[in-house]
């Protein structure tokens, strides 16, 4: 992260632990029904999931030429590639023949996507080359256009897609001054180094709200990352409809004594982005993480989320002993205590015991996240 972005935030956050306080703005009631209804959720899929950009990769993901990589998002079978000229694609995987999905891995890497069911094949640009007993074929001739493209943005390391086709133009995400601090992290110098799939008994909104706020961490965190944390203080900057949280460890406190010009708000946080509408994306001390969460087709109280780890290119062999230790308490960290307190958390809120609950004004990025929901679904809401 640049300089002058990380002084502004190591400025308030010291201010802020000297006085023993957390950073507070204004406190907010949330809706139960938000989390259980079903009409609720409806709205959501129509609004936000498939219609708007989705960031579900970073750039690491398709390394090389070549490469391709499956996802679901919006309620629909996504491939990206990268091709020759190192330009990445996305598509609907979906053959052109009988809809059968072209690539059934989640990561390849060849020069040809081959459908299994009919051996149908499709260059990295999505154009049908080949398929067999073409005469039984007639009004088919090769090549030809094959794959139906999606929207997809490529920048500072995330690639966006928007689920749906489209003939127009389709804005891309805008990330304001957060792009500068992508382009700052050089992601491209990562790789991907290992996946785990959560299916989730809760919203996909209480996954995303687990990061935004360490009101929790003393309590809920304190015999696994609580320790390293200055609990119940954070620094959430929104741009748009996305958001920039800061979690200070308490190495922090040690930057009073550092010149300013070298202070790094990265070494000493873990910087959470919320790429909205549903990938959280945390830049760690030596890795990154994101967090893609998808809700259930029509049950608000489920969902899956998906974790995908990063790691610096040539990392070696030597390393494999700190990336297991930190998989390892993150994994023991999300489902010993996040996840399990969540799914007790969907079950209060199907309860009916309230119908709203409270964002403190000691929470404000979580705040934020919903204040972004409500103008986003607003208009849907009305009608």
Not at 64 to 87: H, I, K, Q
Not at 129 to 147: H, R
Not at 205 to 211: A, E, M, Q
Request: charged letters at 20%; glycine letters at 4%; proline letters at 7%.
């Amino acid at each position: 992260m640049r300089n002058s972005t990380s002084r502004r935030i190591i400025e308030t956050l010291l201010e802020k632990a000297a006085a023993k306080e957390p950073w507070r703005t204004e406190h907010s009631q949330i809706r139960s029904a938000t989390y259980t209804d079903s009409g609720h959720l409806a709205l959501e899929h129509q609004k936000l999931f498939q219609s708007m950009p989705q960031a579900i990769a970073l750039s690491a993901d398709l390394p090389a030429n070549g490469s391709a990589l499956t996802r679901e998002c919006g309620g629909v079978d996504v491939l990206l590639t990268r091709n020759s000229d190192g330009e990445a694609n996305a598509f609907l995987n979906v053959c052109r023949h009988r809809s059968s999905r072209v690539v059934t891995e989640e990561r390849s890497c060849s020069s040809r996507l081959t459908c299994p069911y009919h051996a149908w094949s499709y260059d990295l640009n999505g154009s049908l080359v080949a398929l067999p007993d073409n005469t039984s074929f007639p009004e088919v001739t090769v090549p030809q256009e094959g794959l139906r493209k999606l929207p997809i943005y490529e920048q500072q390391g995330v690639i966006w897609v928007t689920p749906s086709p489209s003939t127009t133009p389709v804005p891309g995400p805008d990330l304001g001054p957060f792009s500068e601090d992508f382009e700052s992290f050089e992601l491209s110098a990562y790789e991907h180094w290992r996946s785990h799939r959560f299916e989730l008994e809760m919203n996909w909104k209480l996954v995303i709200d687990t990061f935004l706020e360490p009101y929790h961490f003393a309590s809920l965190h304190r015999s696994t990352v609580g320790p390293f944390f200055i609990s119940n203080l954070c620094h959430a900057q929104r741009h748009g409809s996305h958001i920039r949280e800061v979690l200070p460890r308490k190495s922090l406190l040690d930057l009073s004594n550092v010149d300013p010009g070298l202070w790094d708000v990265v070494p000493h946080s873990a910087v959470v982005y919320v790429l909205f509408p549903a990938t959280v994306l945390v830049m760690q001390i030596d890795h990154v993480e994101t967090w893609r969460v998808i809700p259930h087709p029509t049950d608000p109280s489920k969902s899956v989320c998906d974790l995908d780890f990063y790691i610096p290119l040539d990392s070696g062999e030597s390393s494999e002993v700190h990336w297991e230790k930190n998989w390892q308490i993150t994994i023991d960290t999300v489902i010993n205590e996040d996840f399990l307190a969540m799914t007790g958390v969907q079950r209060g809120l199907s309860s009916g015991a309230f119908s709203s609950v409270t964002a403190g004004a000691n929470e404000p990025a979580l705040s934020m996240f919903h204040d972004i929901l409500k103008e986003q679904l607003m208009p849907l809401e009305k009608s």
